[in-house]
T-cell receptor, first 113, second 114 residues
Framework: AQSVTQPDIHITVSEGASLELRCNYSYGATPYLFWYVQSPGQGLQLLLKYFSGDTLVQGIKGFEAEFKRSQSSFNLRKPSVHWSDAAEYFC???????????FGGGTRLMVKP | NAGVTQTPKFQVLKTGQSMTLQCAQDMNHEYMSWYRQDPGMGLRLIHYSVGAGITDQGEVPNGYNVSRSTTEDFPLRLLSAAPSQTSVYFC?????????????FGNGTRLTVT
């Protein structure tokens, strides 16, 4: 079965600094990978997804992620963080049939002014 | 356009009580699902449905029942509530499954079982 690990439970960055959130996956075949964001008191929203092709994918709100098969990683990055980016971020992988999404434990991002 | 609507927003139950969490979507999505969110564990899939009349178990189905009699509605039933079911519950839908189209989430139901 597939699994996702997000090693960092909490991360704090200063506004304007760069950001990288780590995600490692375990999956037997070529994975379909996702990043979702959850603002306080809300449901989740899709940031970006990787299916195949270019290993660097662009998402909404200025986020990007890079798929590295050799490291089983799909890290999320942003060059300059804004205070409104404070939220919880979830990495996820879907199964072969495409009907079950497995989430990591999440990383809570705090942004210092 | 309401999207995914969950009711109630908050609920407190006593151990052994039963209740139904409601979920409705107005986007004509075929796929619907229920997740529970617990601190440090991310979201875990309880049950899902790929269309009216079709349901299947997710990662943590024990203690929960679902049915899908219409495309729009996907209620989650707790048969006999236990403190371990204290959690935040999210309903999510997508046009044709999370592997193809993005999940749209409701705002959640916070359930406390005492």
């Amino acid at each position: 079965a597939q699994s996702v690990t997000q090693p960092d439970i909490h991360i704090t960055v200063s506004e304007g600094a760069s950001l990288e959130l780590r995600c490692n996956y375990s999956y037997g075949a070529t994975p379909y990978l996702f990043w979702y964001v959850q603002s306080p008191g809300q449901g989740l929203q899709l940031l970006l997804k990787y299916f195949s092709g270019d290993t660097l994918v662009q998402g909404i709100k200025g986020f990007e992620a890079e798929f590295k098969r050799s490291q089983s990683s799909f890290n999320l990055r942003k060059p300059s963080v804004h205070w409104s980016d404070a939220a919880e971020y979830f990495c996820a992988v879907v199964n072969n049939a495409g009907n079950m999404l497995t989430f990591g434990g999440g990383t809570r991002l705090m942004v210092k002014p | 356009n309401a999207g995914v609507t969950q009711t109630p927003k908050f609920q407190v139950l006593k151990t052994g009580q039963s209740m139904t969490l409601q979920c409705a979507q107005d986007m004509n999505h075929e796929y619907m699902s229920w997740y529970r969110q617990d601190p440090g564990m991310g979201l875990r899939l309880i049950h899902y449905s790929v269309g009216a009349g079709i349901t299947d178990q997710g990662e943590v189905p024990n203690g929960y029942n679902v049915s899908r009699s219409t495309t729009e509605d996907f209620p989650l039933r707790l048969l006999s509530a236990a403190p371990s079911q204290t959690s935040v519950y999210f309903c999510a839908s997508s046009r044709s499954g999370p592997g193809v189209s993005p999940l749209h989430f409701g705002n959640g139901t916070r359930l406390t079982v005492t």
